[in-house]
């Protein structure tokens, strides 16, 4: 009978709200959205972040006339808060990701595509290989950990159902898409300028050594030059990867509370 009296409106509402906000962790952030995660698993997990975040939650604010558009708008705001969090985060991935395919490219690996586990696209296999290996440096420096403490600390900050996406969150998203194209330039560059320099090399063999056969001897020397090379500048790929990870992770709170 006491558990029957506890679910009034106002904790009902409450709940719904926060395992929507919980919901969109797995649906939005990295590493909860993996796609090799089952569903069965992903809603289990946001359901029991729901039951322990709760007692921290607070009622929204108006429930006298509540009703279904109410609710819906409210859901909407949890959802928006995950999406804009989320696109944050999956950016610094998506600057590895734009690096593993100009790499791929410029190895002549364009072509050889594979199921990403991790947003289930085909992506090519230099790009799947540094996704994987950034995500294991994010789970590394518990990147999971410190986005379920926002999750926790943004309850007393921003209240359920009351998130609006500011301009200062737009701004820092635009310039997030400048760092996408710019740093996966940056991390690809060293590969980059070696194959170019290799082909200006075998351009001028070709030029004094006419019977230099440039699909036999050539492609193999590119792709060993860049195989070299990713595995010397690996450990600074990661530590970029992970710089720029934990400035948008701190600059989180600044941001949305």
């Known amino acids: 009978m006491e558990f029957v009296n506890y679910l009034g409106q106002e904790n009902v509402v409450t709940f719904f709200l926060l395992l929507v906000r919980t919901g969109a962790l797995m649906v939005f952030f990295p590493f909860f959205n993996h796609m090799q995660i089952p569903m069965t698993i992903k809603a289990t997990l946001s359901f029991m972040l729901t039951l322990y975040l709760f007692p921290l939650a607070t009622p929204p604010a108006n429930l006298d006339g509540i009703n279904v558009q109410y609710l819906i708008l409210e859901a909407l705001s949890e959802l928006m808060l995950g999406l804009c969090v989320g696109v944050l985060l999956m950016l610094v991935f998506g600057a590895v990701q734009l690096a593993g395919e100009q790499i791929s490219m410029i190895m002549g690996f364009s072509m050889a595509t594979v199921i990403d586990p991790q947003s289930g696209i085909n992506a090519p296999l230099i790009s799947n290989i540094l996704n994987l290996i950034v995500l294991l440096a994010f789970l590394l420096f518990d990147g999971h950990h410190l986005v379920l403490y926002f999750l926790a600390y943004g309850l007393e900050y921003i209240p359920l159902g009351g998130f609006y996406p500011e301009q200062n969150i737009l701004k820092y998203a635009s310039q997030g898409m400048v760092n996408l194209f710019l740093y996966g330039f940056i991390i690809s560059f060293p590969i980059l300028a070696l194959t170019l320099m290799s082909d200006l090399i075998f351009g001028m063999l070709m030029k004094t050594m006419p019977q230099f056969n440039l ?22 790929i990661v530590k970029v990867f992970t710089t720029l990870m934990m400035r948008v992770l701190n600059d989180l709170p600044s941001l949305f509370f």
Do not use: D, E, Q, R
């Open 215 to 236: 699909l036999v001897v050539g492609f193999p020397i590119k792709i060993t030059i860049a195989f070299v090379v990713l595995m010397a500048i690996l450990a600074v």
